[in-house]
């Protein structure tokens, strides 16, 4: 299970202009920005971008992109790894402890809240493939990665029904599949997507992803 879950996670690139997509879409279809499940933050930080997915039932991934790599954060509220479903409230064993120091660094803004986490994954620019700790899970409980890496929608079919069940619209797959395909997001495909959003308001936000 751990390797198909790694192997199912494309490269840092892709990965990045993917989030940049489902971001993007979810500015066109959710004016409130709380609601949104994908977000991305250009200038999170000197140099480092992030993504963020929040699906408003207590779980998230988070995703650091830096010069040095790129580190993922999962927290399933659910998982019995959680620092909050154990006594010592600590951070499960082997979560952080092979992560180099150079990407671990980046999750120590209070706003990431390091310590809420049930799996961390990252690769270095260096690297060929993605890295997990070697974390033991015990029988019956999930850290929650297989659920939340799902939430990272690789292709358009696959984000026009997440958004058919979670904003309960169903857009273009037309008009979603440009966007998938890097076609400039022009005033006629944000109508056509939600026709009750302000234009104006969409296009500024999605200004600030570039």
Known sequence: MEVKVLERLPDPIILKKLMKIQASLNMILCQDEWLRYHSFVKDWDKDVCMAKIDNGAGDHLIILFSREGCIIKGFDHESGLSPHAQDEHKVWQGIYDDVPKELLSLLEDDAIEKDDVTFCIWRKNSDSSWHK?????PEGESDGSDFLLSCIFSS???FAEFAKDYFELSPSLEVVAKIYD???ITEEMINLLNPNCDVKEVLHELNDLI
């Open 133 to 137: 700790g070697k974390v033991e899970i």
């Open 156 to 158: 358009p079919e696959d």
């Open 182 to 184: 890097d076609y400039p």
